[in-house]
């Protein structure tokens, strides 16, 4: 009886209402998470692990040598070469393929880079449309390589010291 | 022999050695495995690369395993302090100059530096000054050098020396300016060549022709017969997602040890060739049509059919490559003799079939190979092993090596990597006539008979002092061959060449042997692939056409299983009218030239020797069956299905196998009671004049090494070899140029059959005076006519 008288007296005065927008009101005035994303972005380590990239020299030249290190060490089979001869004698690919569903990012193909080629970026955010798209090219690897080198050099960079 | 026995100590084990044995052979034996590059164990002890370094007790310093002959008691330590030390040691000295550049050379993951810089390198290098650099040469379209990485070993040097014959590479200068380069800047000749690959432990010498296409770890393994010569040469190709990519060795003592002929090896780069047919096609008013399997193979019953209503079924004839496997060359009989037509024939090169009813059941070299190298004596008519099958030739070599007398009746010389005696022969009648004379030499010699139909021939002939010598060789040899070579069988006195040679054998009481071009003549034989034999050698009891014969009167249609008649026929220009002017030329074939795609109708995509289950016989009558080692190129067939399925639309019964082993099971059965044996009795010979001087310019005529078989053919590595490149010259003796005013001529006009064809001329004097040398097989000689014959020629 006196149970119920409680639980009719709560329901008249809102108590509930009152006691969840104690929490509303708390989060109003605190300290804000949420990030406009994308055009705010949450600070990200130099170690992340994002999408793949491939690099080049100073020179334009791409570092890739063909080697198949990458292919070899990685866990979720997610990178196909061809290699051939390139017309000036040096061994290049003609086909870098990252299959992106596949991928664990581990990042076990940067480590294993003789050269630094294959480098994992900071960049996380990409979507695909159609299917297919997920298997990433040589090509579009060398564009990513461009667009971030400077992010790329200045992360391998500072952490050298701890490799 | 017990003497021999020595008992040694190795790491605490107790071991039987034999005298004459170095450690390292015994630790082999025993599975201790002890560091090494220079050593190799068909190669002579050079010992210089000190890997090896054991501890050998009560020797102050430590001992190479490779050049330490085992003494009874002795006590060795493989893996003690000091050995360690001292292995230790080399290794850093081998790595002071050895770049690191692993990741791009095509030898990482299988190179022996590699491996025991892991297990004795140290992690970091003490060696701060600059690394040598040596400068590459190109030594020719199959082999690729990055000399920088050589480590001095010299088994290159000494497998050029003491196997290939040839002193192709060598090494200048001393320690660090030790340099490994051919004498003369020129490719490598020798047909063995690509062994260096193998045989150099590190990256310097490497297949040209794979250069980074592929890393080893990727490649999956698959063991195959050699498709190309009738040794049958083992060897694995490997693949990259079901592509072939290589082809290396598969060590078999008892028939090519650890080598491969390049042939072999670099055929493989062929299979692929841009003339290589994708899918079924028929051609309609002059137009390829690209069809499905059900279509192209319903077209193909039709035209046979209406073939075989309107004009019989003798007029059709088939044609079959000597390299086909065994259960192709079954099923494809079977096939014929099914729809009435006994016109099946694998011999296109042949030209004399007289003797075809009394000839042995299958060619045979008439002993093992092993035993050839210890021979005492061979008499080789026509043919040259070196070039047509590498492998014998190396076993004639060693057997040369030992001393025994090796001596070769041919229409020309060849450039030999051993001692040898040759006899040059201009015409088909006078290479007959030596042989007689050889046989009179031994008859009288013997006092034995000779077969009736050789008398007549041998009271003609004089014997001379060649012949004298070479009869006497035999003779006092206990262990001879004759061999006729897989060259002999383009004489058009063939059947001759076989009473003789069988004869001289006889007479010396020697062994005979026969081979033939391709891979499985002797399996082509037993299957019934011959007009007038069924499997096993069982008479046809209405032989049909032999291949010159069905070519000479021309068939309405034909089926073509994997054979190019323009090109590989005696007669190619015969065999190419026929071709046009056939009803139906139905082609089952790997590729289509432009020259096939003008005469036939239907092409039938085959898949090539990589890519089907088989069978090989091999001369010595050893049956050696594989796997397919590829994926199938688009959408191709193995040939045993695709003659199954037409068997089975032509209502031929009884050949429903469901896998080719199922097929060489049944063959095995009925060949069991088959023992091969050379021996010709009773041989019929055709009359002949060899009385009559032909005083014209004649042809002479050989089957270049690389342009054995289609895929050979389609290799463009082995096509931009030396021997790759003279197949398609015409070669003359410079007196017989300079007759002919063609002495400072770069090309000649040749003009065989009416048919008038040019080609680039060399002079060489290998050539017997009075002749004119034209490959056969060669592209480009579709015109042309009988391989051996009249020949006009004229400067252009
Ligand atoms: S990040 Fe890991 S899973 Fe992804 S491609 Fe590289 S090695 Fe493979
Ligand atoms: S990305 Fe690096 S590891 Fe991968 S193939 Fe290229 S060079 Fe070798
Ligand atoms: S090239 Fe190779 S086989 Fe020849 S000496 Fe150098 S390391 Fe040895
Ligand atoms: S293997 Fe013994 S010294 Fe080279």
Redesign the pocket.
Known sequence: MKRRLISWLKSFFFWELFQGLRVTGRYFFARKFTIRFPEERTPKSPRY?GL?ALRRYPNGEERCIACKL?EA????L??TIDSEEREDGTRRTTRYD?DLFK???????EEACPVDAVV?TRFHDFHFEERGQQVIRKLDLLKLGDRFEEEIATDRQTESKYR | MTDDIITIEIDGRTLQARKGQTVIQVADEAGIHIPRFCYHKKLSVAANCRMCLVEMEKAPKPVAACATPVMAGMKIKTRSEQAREAQKGVMEFLLINHPLDCPICDQGGECELQDLALGYGKDVSRFTEAKRVVFDEDIGPLVSTDMTRCIHCTRCVRFGEEIAGLRELGATGRGENMRIGTYVKKAMASELSGNVIDVCPVGALNNKPYRFSARTWELSQHAVISPHDCVGSNFYLHTLRGKVQRAVPRENEAINETWLADRDRFSCHGIYSEQRIAQPQLKERGKWRKVSWDEAIEVTVERLQSVIASRGSETIGALISPSATLEEHYLFQCLLRGIGSSNIDHRLQQCDFSHDETMPVAPWLGMDLNAVENLQAVLIVGGNPRKDQPLLGHRLRKAALRGAAIMYVNHRAYDLNHLAEQYLAATCDDLVIQLAAIAKALMQKTNRAVPDALQGLLEQVEVDEQQKTIAENLHKADRALVLIGSQASLSPLYSYIVALSHCIASLASVSFGTIHIGANATGACLAGALPHRKVAGTADEQPGLSAHKMLQSARRAYLLFNVEPELEAWDTATAHRAMHEAEAIIAISNFASPTMREYADILLPLASFAETDGTYINAEGRWQSFTAAAKIQDDAQPGWKILRLLADRLNVSDLAFNSAAAISKVLREQCRNVVLNNTVANIKLPQHDFSAHNRRLQRIADIPIYSTDAVVRRSLPLQQTIDGMEADKASIHPQTAAEYKLETSEYVSVTQNGNTIEFSLQLNEAIPEGCIWIGLGVPGTEALGPAFGDIEVSAS
């Open positions: 692990r793949h990458c060490v990685c866990p979720a997610a990178i990252i991928c664990v990012y581990c990042g076990f193909c994992l």
